[in-house]
């Protein structure tokens, strides 16, 4: 969601067809307390911080972090944002609490190896394995700071707004005269002006206005020298002793850079992220999840979305975007076929291939050891065109396997609708 808003604010619009491609991209997501670990690494101001996964770790973490302390910050850790607001499956209401030293291993115990449900986490929610356990500041002034990648300067894009701590698009939406935005050359870096410009944005009351410039230039810098595709601080705040501090950490990379980042991309939880698409990542395949009931396979993005589209058209919801690529094995297309059947909201499967680079037999040879593998329940379409497509017609058809054969991808996403309505 607040990439969406951040994408908003930078002037972005995308077609139905951009839609589904800006879904398709994978970007790696880090929990808060790797994200400002990763800062405080960088020389960005952050709060004394411990990350627990037990009772026992929580225990001495009060006795060897916290000792002096008579307040501490509990916070769950989940890929998901609104965890303030969330509500526990247990019945704790809130994922962040500021409790006194001798609450917090009962809230932090509460918290962990609960499900945790937030506005972005769907009725589901999502399991908290670990806690954050941060110092409480004395915050005088909280405010917003984001750094997003922005197609229409082609570069980054440092979005400030002198309120922060709260909804940012809820402010976006009433106040939108608070909000600044600096693009920054992506060749020159960013200079003194423009952080000064994000400073003015901000509006610190009592931090020192050079140690402030110093900061947006360190968080630009881990901007780049990471390959992020978005840094966010809600809030970037005041301390009473005039520090300026990242009170919050969300940071996305690009997947593009994994071969480079390879300590960024060490930090990667699966745990957190839907299983589906973790096991076609080690199949090479690429997957996204969607809330639909036709699951789909195809041979490259630009065909994925397109059949995405017309299965809309004809009224119906796709439940995934799985491109196999143009290199496929009839192993890649087995764990495939594993993954649309493992969704159990999928009432039809639709297989749309044009092959050019992928040949029509190796698909066909897939799916008919995907059938021997898998018990196929939902009915299934296919339309197969292109390289070899007289040979994968044959196998199908001498394998003996139930199947709605489709003209064309109009033909196919006709029936694939009628069939996940029967």
């Known amino acids: 969601m607040v990439r969406g808003l951040l994408g908003k604010i930078a002037g972005r619009s995308l077609s139905v067809a951009g839609k589904w491609q800006n879904q398709q991209l994978r970007r790696l997501n880090i929990h808060e307390y790797q994200g400002a670990e990763l800062m405080s690494k960088h020389g960005i ?43 526990f499956k247990s019945g704790l209401q809130g994922g962040v609490h500021i409790v006194k030293a001798d609450q917090v291993e009962d809230i932090a115990g509460k918290m962990l190896g609960n499900i945790l449900v937030t506005k972005q986490t769907g009725s589901q929610g999502k399991v908290v394995s670990k806690v954050y356990l941060c110092e409480k500041l004395s915050l005088v002034n909280e405010m917003y700071f984001a750094i997003t990648l922005d197609r229409k300067s082609a570069g980054p894009l440092i979005i400030a707004c002198k309120k922060g701590g709260t909804s940012i698009e809820d402010l976006a939406e009433q106040h939108p005269e608070l909000i600044i935005k600096v693009p920054i050359d992506v060749f020159t870096g960013i200079t003194d002006e423009d952080a000064a410009k994000v400073v003015d944005g901000l509006s610190p009351k009592v931090a020192d206005r050079n140690g402030c410039i110093e900061q947006v230039k360190k968080l630009y810098e881990l901007f780049c020298k990471c390959d992020c595709t978005m840094l966010e601080i809600n809030p970037i705040a005041e301390t009473s002793d005039k520090q300026l501090v990242a009170a919050d950490a969300k940071l996305n990379f690009d997947d593009n850079a994994a071969f480079r980042q390879k300590e960024v991309f060490a930090l990667r939880d699966p745990t957190q992220e839907d299983p589906r698409e973790v096991t076609a990542a080690k199949a090479d395949l690429n997957y996204i999840g969607l809330d639909g009931e036709i699951g789909c396979m195809v041979n490259g993005a630009g065909l994925a979305m397109a059949t995405m589209d017309i299965i809309k058209l004809h009224g119906g919801t796709p439940a995934n975007f799985l491109d196999v690529g143009g290199n496929a094995s009839e192993g890649q297309v087995v764990e495939a076929f594993k993954i649309l059947t493992s969704d159990e909201k999928v009432k039809a499967i639709l297989v749309n291939i044009f092959g050019g680079i992928m040949k029509c037999d190796v698909i066909a040879s897939g799916i008919v050891n995907a059938a021997k593998q898998v018990q196929l329940k939902v009915p299934v379409v296919v339309r197969l065109e292109g390289t070899n497509v007289d040979q994968g017609k044959r196998i199908l058809k001498e394998s003996g396997m139930t199947l709605i054969t489709a003209e064309d991808l109009d033909d196919a996403a006709e029936k694939a609708v009628k069939a996940s309505t029967k």
Do not use: H
């Open 45 to 87: 101001n952050v709060p004394k911080g411990v990350t627990v996964g037990s009772v026992d770790e929580v225990r001495k973490a009060l006795r060897d972090v916290f000792a002096n302390q008579s307040e501490v910050v509990v916070k769950s850790q989940i890929l998901a944002g609104g965890r303030g607001l969330g509500t």
